[in-house]
């Protein structure tokens, strides 16, 4: 019983190792270069995401998901930057750091989704490579570039334009 191998078929490699056509589902792994961290840098990054979250060892943290877009051999690498709320030197870091962003207070930490639907955040990211672990990145910090709300959100749709068009009302 032994003397054939289980569940192989020599005419499967074939197609496996030969993955060319880019509309095929293996063309992705097969063009891929199996780089998993960034070289450290400054990279311009979309802001993805921003959500509570507890650690592993149970800390409660505000968790930020960025995407790379610059430089483009790096593009739509994630990366994660944690800030620990469990004492208030950390949570003091971490309302430093996350007031450009418009959180600055539970309430707006608690707030899903962040960023909003139409809301597009870009930041440049300093990027760095763990000295402990050489595979892995950390976000050393992260400044505001732009942030732009889509004016066609329900809120800017019902927002009621001052009476002679330009801000601060009567002129």
Same mark, same amino acid.
């Given at each position: ?30 063009? @891929? ?6 070289? *450290?840098? =400054? ?21 930020? %998901?960025?995407?790379? /877009? &610059?430089?483009?051999?790096?593009? @739509?690498?994630?990366? =994660? ?28 930490? %608690? %707030?899903?989704?962040?960023? &909003?639907?139409?809301?597009?955040? /870009? ?30 959100? @329900?809120?800017?749709?019902? *927002?009621?334009?001052? &009476?002679?068009?330009? &801000?601060?009302?009567?002129?």
């Amino acid at each position: 019983m032994l003397d054939k191998p289980l569940n192989f078929n020599p005419g499967d490699l074939g197609a496996f190792d030969s993955a060319a056509d880019p509309g095929e589902a293996l063309a992705a792994f097969d063009s @891929a270069s199996g780089v998993t961290v960034l070289p *450290a840098g =400054w990279y311009t990054c979309r802001l993805e995401s921003g959500e509570l979250h507890t650690t592993k060892a149970g800390k409660l943290a505000y968790r930020l %998901r960025f995407t790379v /877009v &610059e430089p483009a051999e790096h593009a @739509a690498f994630s990366l =994660w930057r944690y800030f620990t709320l469990a004492d208030p030197a950390n949570a003091n870091r971490a309302k430093a750091a996350l007031a450009s962003l418009g959180l600055r207070s539970g309430a707006d930490l %608690r %707030r899903a989704p962040f960023p &909003e639907a139409g809301r597009v955040i /870009v930041c440049n990211v300093l990027v760095g490579v763990q000295k402990d672990d050489p595979t892995r990145n950390d976000v050393m910090r992260f400044t505001v570039t732009s942030d732009e709300r889509d004016n066609s959100t @329900a809120a800017a749709r019902f *927002a009621v334009p001052s &009476e002679s068009g330009t &801000e601060g009302g009567n002129t």
